[in-house]
């Protein structure tokens, strides 16, 4: 099987190279790819146009998503871009050779006045402009005659680029005290463990040639569990002494969120049902600060720049 992953050189993309090479042959493509034929400024549509139709990949991994959740509220245009438009053209040029998508959405989607978590099948209410614009990448990928996956998750973090577990390690070197918020509710996911979780289920969906397109659909894919800011804080800064990448931790005081204005406003409750991906992939999420420990202690390895 080949495989083409947009975005190779994000958060999510770099232990995508790694996990995805136990599915297929991999073809890693970002704006800075070594090989020339793998470059790509994703937010140039006839490039990616061009790239998809030259590569022709059995399986597309849409790794590459505007994320800057405050800076969207001020730049809707570049968060359509590449959140919505950017996947309909991933679907409608893939189609026409009989290929698959695999996408990525967010618990953002949500407004967050659940108290339950939040099933495939809840009604969507995003709150400001990134929730929005990826919320409308999901319905014009569906709109698309193409096998696709959308996977949503929340709270992903990583060792590497800039996220709230790197955030609060250097934060942790720099300050003895930190104010964090304790009243949104979520379930920390690693980059490593979605990444793992993904080429198992495109091993087994695309497995399913003749069939998987009764598969096709938006699918929760997190670990399980629930914590709040203050919460993840308190577990890294645990497992920063534990691992001695921190000799003691910073006391954590916990705010509420009017003490930590923002230009977006953030779901209270981002928790989400995965039963349904488990059912249907075999996929078994791990308690988050099961997957905190691996991530922190070298578990999940990203591969090297493409």
Known sequence: MKILLLGADGQLG?????ALATAGTVRASSRLAKDEALRCDLADLAAVDRLLRRERA???????AYTAVDQAEGDEPSAMLINATLPAVIGAVTSEWNGAVIHYSTDYVFDGTARHPYSEDDDTAPLGVYGRSKLAGERALEKVDVD????RTAWVYSLHGR??????????????????VNDQHGTPTSAGFLATATAQVARKWMKESQSRHKKRG??????????TWHGFANAIFDEAVASRRLQEPPTVLPIDTTGYPTPAERPAWSVLDTTRIATSFGVTPPDWRDDLH?????GYEPSASA
Do not use: C, P, W
């Not at 770099?14 to 790694?18: A, E, I, P, S, T």
């Not at 059995?58 to 590459?64: I, S």
């Not at 938006?218 to 914590?227: D, K």
């Not at 691996?294 to 070298?298: A, Q």
């Open 14 to 18: 770099g232990y995508l190279r790694g």
């Open 58 to 64: 059995d399986l597309v991994v849409n790794a590459a």
């Open 148 to 151: 696709h996956l959308i996977l």
């Open 163 to 180: 996220n709230f577990l790197t955030t609060m390690l250097r934060l942790g070197v720099e300050r003895k005290q930190l104010a964090i």
């Open 218 to 227: 938006v699918y929760h894919l997190t670990a399980t569990g629930e914590t």
């Open 294 to 298: 691996v991530m922190m202690s070298g």
